[in-house]
């Protein structure tokens, strides 16, 4: 029997997976909050394997299966200290540590690794960033943040800003919008990052209304959600490319004057200069509150695949 991988939002782009997904994450928090004993993954082992740096994902991860009474395995730097580094495939590495644990989590700097590493896997395979292809259960823990603070989904305007073309949170979470009723995107960046065809084209299909803009003034009264990404040095072929394009957008006094009381401010962290230090005391900047929901929802993400 195939083993239940998670390697793209699609597989939630259901109101009913998320609303499941998030009422067992707010369960999650309940329990760590009254610090209760969670012993939904005790006797398990997850395998965490990064092929790239994390701090958030990797950490939450092990984190949450911590707090569900399970073990971790990990190789934090896998391309460097693994049998990677001698050359061996993706396939065989995976197939190996799926004899060791019960579920893998994969970040790998290809698109495509997660699902090639779930073909090769006997035990379940969780993507935690697959190139600039997609980053899904970041995309779910950014919209639980969303429904947390503002109550709900349907009927927001939500504004994507910085790096759409390598995002692969942005990726993500476009797949779930199909879900929520009303909601209106807007998507700011420079020519270079637009976003790809491909997710535009998906936008359309599911009638979702977007629209394409270069400065971030246009939009920054108008949106709920101001969602922004660093642009990512490590996808650029030359160093000359990242310096034209970083820094195109920082949200900073200026920008929170214009947004609305309510409005949040997201960011999938790291952040490296898009968000001026200043912002962080608004209490509209919901980013660190975000990373925080990062272990419930993962919590409730293995729970669902190991318990
Ligand atoms: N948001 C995110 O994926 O952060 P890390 O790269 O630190 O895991």
Redo the contacts with the bound molecule.
């Keep these: 029997m195939r083993p239940r991988h998670l390697i793209t939002a699609k597989e939630f782009a259901s109101k009913e997976a998320l609303n499941g997904i998030f009422e067992s994450a707010k369960g999650m928090e309940t329990a760590v909050a009254e610090r209760k004993p969670l012993n939904n993954c005790a006797g398990k082992i997850l395998a965490t394997v990064f092929y790239?740096?994390?701090?958030?994902?990797?950490f939450s991860f092990e984190t949450a299966m911590y707090k569900l009474g399970g073990d971790v395995i990990t190789s934090e730097n896998a391309a460097e200290f693994s049998s990677a580094k001698k050359g061996e495939s993706i396939e065989d590495a995976i197939r190996v540590i799926s004899d060791y644990a019960d579920a893998i989590v994969l970040?790998h700097p290809s698109a495509g690794a997660a699902e090639t590493a779930s073909r090769a896997s006997l035990v379940p395979v969780i993507n935690?960033?697959s190139g600039s292809d997609e980053?899904p259960t970041?995309a779910l823990l950014d919209l639980y943040t969303i429904e947390k603070e503002l109550g709900k989904i349907d009927d927001l305007s939500i504004a994507f800003v910085g790096d759409l073309r390598f995002g692969r949170?942005v990726h993500s979470t476009i797949y779930l919008l199909p879900a929520y009723r009303g909601v209106k995107v807007y998507l700011i960046s420079p020519e270079e990052l637009q976003l790809p065809e491909e997710y535009k084209t998906y936008l359309k299909e599911h009638g979702i209304p977007f629209e394409e803009l270069k400065d971030i003034k246009e939009a920054v009264r108008r949106v709920d959600v101001l969602s922004i990404t660093r642009v990512q040095q490590e996808r650029f072929a030359s160093r000359e490319e990242y310096e034209k394009l970083k820094g195109s957008y920082v949200i900073d006094n200026a920008v929170l004057q214009e947004l609305k009381d309510r409005a949040i401010i997201m960011h999938?962290?790291?952040r490296i200069d898009e968000i001026a230090k200043e912002v962080d005391g608004d209490v509209r900047a919901a980013y660190f509150r975000q990373?925080k929901n990062g272990i419930y929802v993962r919590m409730a993400l293995l729970k669902m695949i190991l318990a």
Excluded: F, I, V
């Design positions: 790239e740096p994390s701090t958030r994902t990797r970040r935690a960033g980053h970041q949170t999938p962290l790291p990373t």
